[in-house]
């Protein structure tokens, strides 16, 4: 993939459908350099990458959220001890529980999409009105 040509540089929002290698290491080094040279990249929605959170903070240096989608195939609300590590308020996790295609209307039409619902949860952190350590996910039913 030619990541020169013009279209590239205008992405912000990114979700990759796959899953992300776990850990640091090799496996891990060309998506860390892939997303680093998105030069406009603000918004990355992935699955299981929590331990990854920090290395994709420091490569990707425009990164204003970061979304952890999780389905059906762990516990919900996450762990706290798989998220001690994710210190970071533009880190959010979010439960997959809806159609994809259904959200992505509701988005392209200016509704509460998963990106707007994260960037909003986002802004709350940051006001104080959630610890950025405590808590780190959204939840069906949050008011947002």
Known sequence: MNL????????TH?????????GSGPKM???????ASLPS???LAVIAA???????????????????LHGSWGP?????????????????Y????WEYADDWVIGVNG???????????VAMKRRGEIKPSSRCWIQAEDRI
């Open 41 to 43: 990249l603000t918004h």
């Open 4 to 11: 020169c040509r013009p279209m590239f540089t205008l992405v």
């Open 111 to 121: 509704g509460m999409d998963f990106w707007a619902r994260a960037d909003a949860f």
């Open 14 to 22: 990114l979700h990759l459908f796959d899953f992300m290698p776990i």
């Open 50 to 68: 929590v331990r990854e959170a920090s290395e994709l903070f420091a490569s990707c240096k425009k990164l204003e959220v970061l979304v952890n």
């Open 94 to 97: 979010i439960r997959v529980d």
């Open 29 to 35: 080094v060309p998506w860390l350099s892939f997303l």
């Open 76 to 92: 919900f609300p996450p762990d706290n001890q798989d998220l001690t590590s994710v210190d970071d308020a533009r880190f959010v």
